[in-house]
Nanobody, 117 residues
Framework: QLPFVESGGALVQAGGSLSLSCAAS????????MAWYRQTLGKERELVAS???????NYGDFVKGRFTISRDNTKRTVYLQMTVLKPEDTATYYC???????????WGLGTQVTVSS
């Protein structure tokens, strides 16, 4: 069983919106910071946004004002609301534990976001 199952990716036009979800397994979900990461072919995975166990949030400069991360501990789910999408947002998006916690070595399959110009 994968620890994280991401969904919601799609092909959208520039300026459009998408909402991603990440269902996590594990009863200790609520105590860990969680984050969304993204990766494109040939590049290292980068941190997009994180949400602490207390609900505090942080964003990469490249998504500030456009993306919103949130979590629902009762559903063990992390969300990423993406707006004003740009072609450079095209990537595979993954979730895992966030800064302050050690990411699990097993990643999910990710969800593909493709933004056309």
């Amino acid at each position: 069983q994968l620890p994280f199952v991401e969904s919601g990716g799609a092909l959208v036009q520039a300026g459009g919106s998408l909402s991603l979800s990440c269902a996590a397994s594990g009863v200790l979900f609520r105590i860990f910071p969680m984050a969304w990461y993204r990766q494109t072919l040939g590049k290292e995975r980068e941190l997009v946004a994180s949400v602490g166990s207390d609900g505090s949030t942080n964003y990469g400069d490249f998504v500030k004002g456009r993306f919103t991360i949130s979590r629902d501990n009762t559903k063990r789910t992390v969300y990423l609301q993406m707006t004003v999408l740009k072609p450079e947002d095209t990537a595979t998006y993954y979730c895992n534990r966030g800064p302050g916690a050690t990411p699990l070595p097993a990643w999910g399959l990710g969800t593909q976001v493709t933004v056309s110009s």
